[in-house]
């Protein structure tokens, strides 16, 4: 793991609190989630739900994540053998890598990527192959010939987030169908990162990958409560794949957590059944955000693109006449008050993503007002 020291998170939330700048670095929301699913994790640790649950899961969870996938996107999955709990979508991720790629193995990864897919092929011993996702017409795509050609000999399988932080892109049918086509061609596994599934805007859609022709067989899906329901912190998070899939990240997730918090099984599970309006709600208040943050931001000299899901802006920094968004991020804090995560640190091409800074905006109204009236004295 050399090469993986503090992440930048880390680095810029100390920044934060060491300057007493706003935080617009880590995406996690400043507002609770729904009432009665936070009531649901206490009465679960008041009547019991105290030791270590079946290790693929509380079987109502499973069954509210089968339920779920089926009523929003028609995909089925037995609760018993193809779906499966994993400690947030991170684990999930982390174990459906080391259970599918072997060292020397390649992944495809869409950079800039999550910072734990990185680390995680690492971890495996695998080696990740970055397709560059770039700005055309306002919204960050990849071009279908750079997919093809990322693919060997050794790939195994294509990490696919979307809707997609920090880019903030929702792929298209069109965009799904070219990653299906390699997928089929070349006999490839598609881990998808479904997280964001419900955090899209205006007329974006989230379609997941295991939808499109011959996908289910192929396709490892990990979503979890966190995003959805505003409790980043319970890292409660499921896989839905087919029974095989489900076993082999089963053999690895065991030796890792083996099991995942009980009460915030049950919990997730009742806000799965329960709680969508709640969501549909947070969707549209994200919405409002989004576009306060961005009319800030322009005011203040940057330029932005509009993100079609997630918690994030992508903000060019040249404009302000600024060309090292890590630069930039290191000395925001003292320069505006404001902490901003620089957007090269999610590319192996760092000069791909050189100019552009990643503002969240999962805040409250006040706290971006604040912010992007900082922002505005770095002109
Ligand atoms: C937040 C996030 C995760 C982590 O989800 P947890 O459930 O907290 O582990 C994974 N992928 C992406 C793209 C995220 O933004």
Redesign the pocket.
Known sequence: MQGFGETIFAEMSALAVRTGAINLGQ?FPDEEGPEAVLDAAVEAIRTGANQYPPGPGLPRLREAVSAQRLARYGLSYDPATEVFVT???????AASVLALAGPGDEVIVFEPY?D?YAAVIALAGAVRRPVTLRPVEGRFTFDPDELRAAVGPRTKAILV?SP??PAGTVFTRAELEAIAGVCREHDLVAIT?E??EYLTFDDAEHIPLATLDGMRERTVA?S????SFSV?GW???WVTAPAPYVRAVQTVKQFLTYAVSAPYQRAAAYALANEIPWVEELRKSLQAKRDRLITGLEAAGFSTYRPQG??FVQADIRPLGFTDGMALARALPEKAGVVAIPTQVFYDDAAAGAHFVRFAFCKKDEVIDEAVERLARLR
């Open positions: 995406g400690v947030g979508a991170t684990e999930g991720i999550y734990s987030n997609h932080n990162d997280v964001y990990v979890s409560a966190g995003k980043t890292k409660t998070g997630t918690y």
